[in-house]
């Protein structure tokens, strides 16, 4: 079993407890048994919520907190979903399928509300558009519990994998499947040491990334998952010193800096082609390494966000800038996905 597949399967393991009350609890109908860990209070990007019982009609809106769901085995909760960058992973397909697509991005206030739902899931701040009517405050005037993904909050000393567990605990306890948060934390901690594991010793390279841009460039900061997928993937952000997650960089930066690789984000309707294209026939680049020797490795956006995807995507991006590092080993040797593969599968039969 691949370790994308068994990332997920110990967590399935766990049987999903019954769906408590509403979290008003103020319906009128008798109360039903206490669940366990609830009331759960929760302080999420400054909003403190408690909550009774778990959500039980949910929107969530952005692919990574859609996978996050999917991952926890939670797609019966969900009663809509909006906003892909991508396609959503294979093994979440029949799953993400049994939703109902809101909108194609985020939907208006009126449709939101037409879903009738009891909690929205946001992935970015632009999911909580105050000027759209979907401002938390608001919502929460209407009812309506919310959570933004840990990596939109501002300041918060939890960065790279330490929020990634944040996120995943917090949602767990959030719907009453703590066991199965923790099952999804243990695989992803196992399947970054298997990459760490046959990295051991290798040279990080100098990695820049560009997302978008043409008078400057719109690259990865310092402050979210991207600059620590590069960090654990054998490379080392020339814009680690970014106070943000993402900005605007000058050519002139990046040409000073001297990156070995350039880590291309493919999404939108701007092809990885035609980026390789803009890179390779600027003139202001024609002396950066990455550039001269034509160095580039490419991840899909939806795998480079605080999301179930990031252990793959650490392996992915390794195996581009070392894959010197995950060549076959002499016979009765094993490689780090080797031992990874092991420690998932001794997990999943916990």
Same mark, same amino acid.
């Given at each position: 079993?691949?370790?994308?597949r068994t990332f997920i399967a110990a967590a399935l393991l766990v049987p999903l407890t019954a769906c408590g009350t509403p979290q008003s ?6 109360? =039903?048994?206490k669940k366990a860990g609830f009331p759960y209070t929760v302080t999420n990007c400054g909003v403190r919520t408690t909550f009774k019982a778990p959500p039980e009609r949910v929107v969530t809106m952005n692919q990574h907190v859609t996978e ?14 909006? @906003? ?8 979440? *397909? ?37 000027? *759209? ?17 840990? &990596? ?14 944040? &996120?995943?605990? &917090?949602?767990?306890? =959030?719907?009453?499947? $703590?066991?199965?948060? &923790? ?11 298997? =990459? ?13 990334? @560009? ?33 943000? =997650? ?13 990156? *070995? ?5 493919? @999404? ?60 076959? $080993? ?21």
């Open positions: 079993m691949s370790r994308r609890g103020d319906d009128g109908k008798a109360p =039903t048994a996050v769901m999917l991952a926890l085995g939670l797609k019966d909760r969900l009663v809509g979903t909006a @906003y892909l960058d991508d396609k959503v992973l294979p093994r979440f *397909e029949k799953d993400y399928k049994s939703v109902k697509v809101l909108a194609a991005k985020y939907p208006s206030y009126e449709t939101l509300l037409g879903a009738n739902p009891d909690f929205v899931y946001g992935g970015y701040a632009s999911a909580f558009d105050k000027q *759209e009517g979907r401002d938390r405050a608001d919502l929460e005037k209407a009812g309506i519990a919310t959570r933004m993904n840990v &990596e939109g909050c501002p300041g918060g000393k939890a960065t790279g994998m330490a929020r990634l567990r944040q &996120e995943i605990r &917090e949602t767990g306890a =959030t719907f009453g499947v $703590p066991e199965r948060a &923790e099952a999804l934390i243990k695989e992803a901690d196992a399947a970054i040491a298997g =990459t760490e594991k046959a990295l051991k010793g290798v040279r990080p390279l100098r990695t820049v990334v @560009y997302d978008s841009g043409d008078t400057a460039a719109f690259t990865a900061g310092g402050k979210g998952i991207g600059n620590e997928i590069i960090g654990l993937a054998g490379g080392e952000n020339v814009f680690a010193d970014l106070d943000r =997650t993402f900005g605007d960089v000058s050519w002139e930066q990046v040409v000073q800096r001297r990156p *070995e690789v350039i880590l291309i984000y493919d @999404y939108g309707g701007t092809s990885v082609a035609a980026k390789k294209k803009r890179l390779l026939e600027d003139p202001a680049l024609a002396d950066v390494p990455a550039v001269k020797n034509k160095r580039f490795a490419v991840l899909p956006l939806s795998s480079v966000v605080l999301g179930v995807r990031v252990p793959d995507a650490v392996d992915a991006l390794a195996r581009q800038l070392h894959p010197e590092a995950f060549k076959k $080993p002499v016979a009765g040797e094993k490689t780090a996905a080797d031992a990874a593969e092991t420690a998932t599968a001794e997990t999943a039969r916990r």
